[in-house]
């Protein structure tokens, strides 16, 4: 047997079996040790006897005792005695309810306890004719089954069959994770994006319903003063539907607001054109622009109405009209006028002939003294677009005569600058806080304010009293780094 040690034969070998005797089988003289169960002298397990068959051993099949008689050697195995057991051990009957004869003591002294589920012997058995083939018994470490045969070796020892190979051992397959739920903020953006793409479709959806629509454009028909600055808003021309109006096109390039007429202009929808009709006209009142007057106490007492004419107190082709005809008012009294100094408003009435008028307002300005000249001192800001000019009155012998005058002259570089400014030319204007007669020029887009300036306003800004000479006056400026010039 594999692993069996020659010095100790009842050592176990690696499967836990032990060997069958320690003495050699062929040694008929060795002592046998008692077993459960009979064996003869060749080693070979006989069935129990059963006490009511006459100490009879169980028949055994002939066909194992042949298989055991083949395979045993002569020498170890003697046909011709029978065994029999020492102390036959009683069996339990079959029969139910029958009571069971304990066995009788063995050569060890112990009783052997009959075993139910024993058939009974019911025909001794002779030995020297019996089937003495081995009956199969598993074997610690077997797979409960071997070959009588093949499995005895040489030293009359049964080797235990082995376990077959059962091969390569597979890995062990890891349990798959367990997935975690996904994640809410996730499944919220997913839902947020969802609910946008859906939004985005409804309104392509609707905006393509839309502009299947049919498009409808009203034309119109426009009047603007003469001057006035064209609207760039579309809805001031056509009233559209079936579309938004930013998706169509005003034209207005061939409309001139600075010459009366009739112009047309064009709406373009969806390569739709639709056309419409301005019209310009000239609605404003007649304007020109004032210019005063400067006498002496007592000139032209006594022919005033033919000393002074209407068209003295207007600047040349300053009126925005044709054919203007100009005239005094009625009130006007040149007379008590120049019989006192000072400072008085007239009224010139302006007709062109065709139910257009208008008005002016200038200044008849009566001097203390004759007036030799015009001290002119001015100022510019540049940044600003801004003039300032002093006029102060000098007399005959190059004194001051208390008369002086503020211009104001703005530029303009925007003509819609300019047009907001003067609004709609009065003779007197308000503009930058500044209050007196206006002069308009549109085509140098300038604005010119002129305020009286009394003997009062000069002493508080020169902090005292205002000089009184032309000497003096030309210094007092010159200072303030304003040059002075002169004016007949």
Known sequence: MNNENP??????????????????????????????????????????????????????????????????????????????????????????????????????????????????????????????????????????????????NSNGFVEPTKVADVGTVPPAQKEPKEKKPMNKVLFIILIVVLLAAIAYGVYYYLSLGKSKTAINVKTNPVTLNLGDTLSTDINDYAQITGTNPKNCVLHTENVDVTNVGNYEYTVVCSEQTYKGAISIVDNAPLMANPKNVYVSVGSGEETPSVTYKPEDFIEADSCNGENCVYSFNEDTDFTSYVSNPGIYEIL?????????????????????????????????????????????????????INYAERVHTYTFTEEEDYLEAIGSQESTITYDDIVGQAIYNKTAKTLTIMENLGSEDLNNEAGGTFPNTYLTISEYYKAKGITCTFER
């Open 7 to 152: 010095t100790n034969p009842n050592e176990t070998n690696e499967l836990g079996a032990t060997a069958l005797g320690s003495a050699p089988v062929s040694d008929a003289s060795a002592s046998v040790a008692p077993v459960s169960e009979p064996v003869n002298s060749s080693g070979i397990p006989t069935p129990p006897v059963a006490p009511e068959n006459g100490g009879m051993v169980n028949p055994v099949p002939a066909a194992a005792v042949g298989e055991a008689q083949a395979s045993a050697s002569p020498e170890s195995v003697n046909l011709g005695a029978p065994v029999m057991p020492t102390e036959p051990t009683p069996m339990a009957s079959e029969i139910p309810d029958q009571p069971v004869t304990p066995g009788a003591p063995t050569a060890d002294g112990t009783v052997v306890t009959p075993s139910s589920g024993v058939a009974p012997v019911t025909e001794p058995v002779n030995n020297a004719n019996a089937d003495m083939s081995p009956i199969e018994q598993p074997i610690p470490g077997t797979n409960g089954s071997y070959n009588a045969t093949s499995n005895v």
């Open 348 to 400: 010139i009435n302006i007709s062109d002939g065709e139910n257009k008028t208008g008005e002016v307002i200038s200044n008849f300005v009566v001097l203390e003294k004759p007036l030799k000249l015009f001290m002119v001192c001015s100022k510019t800001d540049a940044e600003a677009g801004k003039t300032i000019t002093d006029r102060l009155a000098i007399g005959p012998e190059n004194e001051y």
